[in-house]
């Protein structure tokens, strides 16, 4: 009798070079900090050459900015859809969506802190990447400008008070959440509230404060 024959193993995927890239950056940019990791490494990593790399990014800037856009909780694009328009259906109010917004901040800066704290120890390549995010219009002001013209949207229809200063308020609610992120990595405390329990917190303060 004759054993039964195994279906033929389907090849997987390759995956495609920027991916790969996009991969290795993150880690090493983990592992070694944003400072110490060059595009060099990052191709080695990724199984490519530095030219291939230079195909798809233009250095490793752009590298940084994809990671943080496309492989850590997405704050920008929370932002963009909470922020383009305050009555769209299901979003909720305000205290909501800046519970949601808090959250998303909270779990962004918690996960990017250790990428790009090492940029602190170098200036010079401090002043460099500042000029390269710049020049792609990337930066951690974004975000803050971002939630500062909701915030005066909401003021402008009457839902905060007509006193309330809008980038106040957004650097009071993601200053917290990136104040979170700093104990946590330097102390190392995993203990108290979750982040959601933080971020519902974090909200209904601010908004008590500026209804």
Known sequence: MQPPTQPPTQ??????????????AEQLMRTLGLARTTTKEIARAAGCSEAALYKHFTGKEELFVAVLQE?????????????????????GGVEERLAAIALQAALFYEQSMPIASSLFADPALLVRHREALRGIGAGPHMPLRALAGYLRVERDRGRIAATADPDAAAELLLGACYQRAFLRHFMGVEDGPTAEEFAAAAAATLVRGIA
Do not use: Q, Y
């Open 71 to 91: 492989r850590l909780p997405p704050l920008g694009p929370l932002l963009a859809r909470l922020t383009a328009d305050p009555d769209a259906p299901g979003a």
């Open 11 to 24: 090849p997987r995927p390759a995956v495609p070079t920027r991916e790969r890239i996009l991969d290795a």
